[in-house]
């Protein structure tokens, strides 16, 4: 990859950091405000919006779904990357049988 193509995900990243503040604003007063955990979470929701940006790009996907996928990505967080992480060791499991 080429510098350019590492600046072209950075919008994406972007939104997916929006998906992990609305995730954090949405429970705010249900639970203890940290920053630690707030910090956390945020690079987990950039760190999945990553991920769909690089699936997205592969498959060559319209900006606009990589973009919504980055936000539920982002949204989802850890939840997210486990759901995808179960499907692809299922898959893993299934070619190996």
Known sequence: MKLGDFIALIPFLLV?????VAKEL??????????RTFL???FIAVF??????FLGKHFKWD?????FGAA?????GREGIDFFWDLVKSR????SE
């Open 72 to 76: 539920m990505l982002g949204f989802a």
């Open 92 to 95: 893993a499991k299934g070619e």
């Open 26 to 35: 949405s429970l705010m007063g249900k639970r203890v405000f940290r920053w």
């Open 48 to 53: 999945a919006a990553l991920l769909i940006a």
């Open 16 to 20: 997916g950091l929006v998906g992990g």
């Open 63 to 67: 900006g606009y779904l990589i973009s």
């Open 40 to 42: 956390k979470n945020l």
